[in-house]
């Protein structure tokens, strides 16, 4: 678990605990993924990196517990 990131905007670091609220990033580390047109969210039209392959995705949040699963390509 990663809790740097929080502390850099100076955030409470949060507990994985009963009770405790939830702010997580859901991650597969094995899916992989190609940058193209359609699912580019950046507002520019054209990437040096489209057709590019990736390894891993973010799939959902959790967010003051609440979920969130992101639609494939989204």
């Known amino acids: 678990i990663s809790t740097?990131?929080?502390s850099?905007?100076?955030l409470n670091s949060g507990?994985?605990?009963?009770g405790e609220p939830a702010d997580m990033t859901l991650f597969n580390p094995e899916t992989t993924w190609t940058i193209d047109k359609e699912n580019?969210?950046?507002k520019s039209i054209n990437?040096?990196?489209?057709?590019?392959?990736?390894?891993g995705e973010v799939f959902g949040i959790?967010?003051?517990g609440i979920l969130?699963?992101?639609?494939?390509?989204?």
């Not at 507990?15 to 009963?18: H, N, R, S, T």
């Not at 990437?47 to 390894?55: A, I």
Request: hydrophobic share 30%; aromatic share 6%; no cysteine.
């Open 68 to 74: 969130s699963i992101a639609e494939s390509g989204e």
């Open 62 to 64: 959790i967010n003051k």
């Open 40 to 42: 580019n969210r950046s």
């Open 15 to 18: 507990k994985i605990e009963v």
């Open 4 to 6: 740097k990131p929080r």
């Open 47 to 55: 990437s040096p990196q489209f057709g590019t392959t990736l390894k």
């Open 8 to 10: 850099v905007f100076k």
